[in-house]
C-alpha cells in the first residue's frame, strides 16, 4: 500500500481543479479530480479517497445532493465543501449533508493546505474510532468464550465429583446426607445453565435464543422461579405470595430463561426487601399479552437511578454507580424478555417499594410452535 | 470382561470426577491422558475399547483434531469414541446440519460437561457393546 492520502476534487472550475492539485503537488498526496458530479460519484466508487473536495454550485448534480449520495454510500468518507456563495444557511445545509467543513472561495493556499491537514486528521479518528469499536465487539465476543471455558470448567469438575461421591456413597447415605447432596447438586445445576444462558445474551446472538423457541407455561416458569429463590427468601423472612389467573395463556418462548428472568427479579426484590418484608407476585391476561409483575415493599430506586438499571453490562456515561447495585441481571433480564418481543418496566418510590412488570405476547392460534 | 478405555482431557479434577465413576462400576479399566500429544502416544501403544475425549485443550478445539486423525487411521476407525465436552453450545459450529450430533468427525456420541453417573455409564456400555456388534458383523 502507498502512503499517500488520496484526494478527490469535485468542481466544475477547471481553475479551482488546476490550483489546488497545483497547492498539494509535492505533498504526499494522489489528486484525482471530476469536473462534475457524475463523473465524481463514479470516481468515488474506485478512488479509495481519503478526502474529497465538493463544489456546491455545479452545472448538472447539485454539490449538496452529491453529499448525500456520497454519505449514503459510505457515510465514513470525510468532505469538504467548496463554495464561492458562502452563507451561513450553505454551510448548516451542507454540514446536514454529511459534510465535514467548509472552505469558502476564493482561499489562499495556506488555507486550503490547512483544511486539507484537518479533513485527513478527521479521516484517520474517524477510521481509528470504527477500528476501536470493531475491536470492543470482538472482546465481547472473546469475552464470552473466555468466561465459558474459566467459569464453567471449574464448575463441571466441581460438579462431576461431587457426582462421583454421591455414586461411590449412595448405599451408606441417610436421607438427611442424601438431601444435602441434592440441594448442592441442583445449585450447582443452576449456576452453569444461568452462565449458558449468560453466555447465550453476552455473545449478542439472541437469534440462538428463538431458535430454540417453544410453547411454555408462564405460570410453570414462576413457580420454578419461587422454588428457586424460597430457601433466600426464608433467611431474611420474605413472604412471597402470589396471584396467578387460571387463564394465563401459554407463550412462545424459552422456559429457561424465561425462569431466569424472574429468578433475577425476584432475587432483587428479596434482596431489596426489609427483613420480614412481603413480595407479591401478579400474573393476569391482559389484551394480548401476560403480563407478570413483581412488587416488593423494599428500600426503592431513586428517580435518577431509574433509567439506568437496564443498561447494567451496556451501561452508559454516568450509569455505572447507578446500575452497580443490580449488576448485570436486568441487563440479561431484558434482553431475555425483548427476544420474547415482550417488554419489561419498573415503577419505583424510594422507602416505599418498586414493581417490575415483565409483559409476554401470547402465542396466537395457528401459530407454528 | 474387564474393558479398557481411554480418556482424553486436559482437567485433573474432572478427569478425577469421571474416572472414580467408571472405576468404581467395576467394568472398566480407565487410562488417562492430560494432553492431545500424549493421548496419541497412548492410542499406539494400547488397545482400547472406547475413547472418551475432551474438546477444548490446549489452544482450542484439539480434541477434533484427535477424533479426525483417529478416523483416518485405518486401525483406529473403528473404535467408538465418546465427546465429552463443556462446551457443546460453543462447538455446535463444528457439527454441521444437526447441532449436537458431531457428523463432521463421525464420533459416535456426544455429553455435556458435568454427566451424571447413570447416564456416563449408560453411554459408555452401549457405545462398546454397538462397537462389538460391529466388529462381529460389520
Known amino acids: 500500500m502507498d502512503t499517500k492520502s488520496r ?11 488546476d490550483s489546488c492539485e497545483q497547492i498539494l503537488a509535492g505533498g504526499p498526496y494522489e489528486i484525482a479530480s471530476a469536473s462534475d458530479g457524475v463523473a465524481g460519484l463514479r470516481l468515488v466508487e474506485e ?72 479533513g485527513l486528521e478527521k479521516r484517520r479518528l474517524t477510521l481509528e474510532t470504527i477500528a476501536l469499536r470493531r475491536e470492543k465487539e470482538m472482546l465481547r465476543e472473546h469475552f464470552a468464550h473466555i468466561v465459558s471455558h474459566e467459569l464453567k470448567a471449574p464448575l463441571s469438575a466441581i460438579q ?7 455414586f461411590e456413597l449412595t448405599r451408606d447415605l441417610t436421607p438427611a446426607q442424601k438431601e444435602k447432596f441434592d440441594r448442592t447438586k441442583v445449585r450447582m445445576d ?7 444462558s449468560w453466555l447465550k445474551v453476552i455473545s449478542a446472538d439472541i437469534g440462538k435464543l428463538k431458535e430454540g423457541f417453544k410453547q411454555v407455561s408462564v405460570k410453570g416458569e414462576i413457580s420454578h422461579a419461587i422454588e428457586t429463590v424460597q430457601p433466600i427468601a426464608a433467611r431474611k423472612d420474605v413472604e412471597i405470595v402470589t396471584t396467578i389467573d387460571e387463564d394465563l395463556s ?23 426487601s ?74 419505583s418510590e424510594p422507602g416505599k417499594g418498586s414493581t417490575f412488570s415483565v409483559r409476554l405476547p401470547k402465542l396466537k392460534l395457528g401459530e407454528p410452535v | 470382561m474387564t474393558k479398557r478405555l481411554l480418556m482424553i482431557d486436559d482437567d485433573p479434577d474432572f478427569v478425577a470426577g469421571i474416572k472414580s465413576i467408571l472405576d468404581s462400576a467395576g467394568e472398566f479399566e480407565v487410562d488417562v491422558a492430560y494432553n492431545p500429544k500424549d493421548g496419541l502416544k497412548a492410542l499406539q501403544t494400547r488397545e482400547y475399547d472406547l475413547l472418551l475425549l475432551d474438546i477444548m485443550m490446549g489452544r482450542g478445539a484439539e480434541g477434533v483434531m484427535i477424533a479426525r486423525k483417529l478416523r483416518k487411521d485405518p486401525k483406529l476407525r473403528e473404535m467408538p469414541v465418546l465427546i465429552i465436552t463443556g462446551m457443546r453450545e460453543q462447538i455446535a459450529f463444528l457439527f454441521p446440519g444437526e447441532p449436537i450430533h458431531p457428523r463432521f468427525v463421525e464420533v459416535d456420541e456426544l455429553v455435556e460437561k458435568p454427566v451424571e453417573p447413570k447416564l456416563l455409564l449408560e453411554k459408555v456400555k452401549s457405545l462398546i457393546k454397538t462397537a462389538e456388534a460391529r466388529k462381529v458383523n460389520p
Do not use: C, W
Open chain 1, 274 to 347: 426489609r427483613d420480614g418484608g412481603r413480595i407479591t407476585v401478579t400474573a393476569k391476561a391482559e389484551g394480548g399479552e401476560d403480563v407478570i409483575s413483581f412488587k416488593d415493599e423494599g428500600i426503592g430506586i431513586s428517580p435518577d437511578e431509574l433509567p439506568h438499571i437496564f443498561e447494567g453490562f451496556y451501561r452508559g456515561k454516568g450509569g455505572q454507580e447507578a446500575a452497580s447495585g443490580h449488576g448485570i441481571g436486568l441487563a440479561v433480564s431484558r434482553q431475555i424478555v425483548e427476544a420474547h418481543t415482550g417488554t419489561i418496566q419498573v415503577e
Open chain 1, 160 to 166: 462431576q465429583n461431587l457426582f462421583a461421591l454421591e
Open chain 1, 7 to 17: 484526494i478527490l476534487l469535485i468542481d466544475d472550475e477547471e481553475v479551482v481543479r
Open chain 1, 47 to 118: 478512488f479509495h479517497q481519503n478526502l474529497i473536495f465538493v463544489d456546491l454550485k455545479m452545472p448538472g448534480i447539485s454539490g449538496f445532493e452529491v453529499l448525500e449520495k456520497i454519505s449514503a454510500m459510505d457515510p465514513t468518507i470525510v468532505m469538504v465543501v467548496i463554495t464561492g456563495f458562502a452563507t451561513v444557511s450553505s454551510a448548516v445545509d451542507a454540514m446536514k449533508r454529511g459534510a465535514y467543513d467548509f472552505l469558502p472561495k476564493p482561499f489562499t493556499p495556506e488555507e486550503f493546505r490547512l483544511i486539507t491537514r484537518r
Open chain 1, 190 to 196: 443452576e449456576l452453569l445453565q444461568m452462565i449458558n
Open chain 1, 250 to 272: 401459554p407463550i412462545l418462548g424459552d422456559g429457561l430463561s424465561l425462569t431466569e428472568v424472574f429468578v433475577n427479579l425476584l432475587g432483587n426484590a428479596i434482596k431489596y
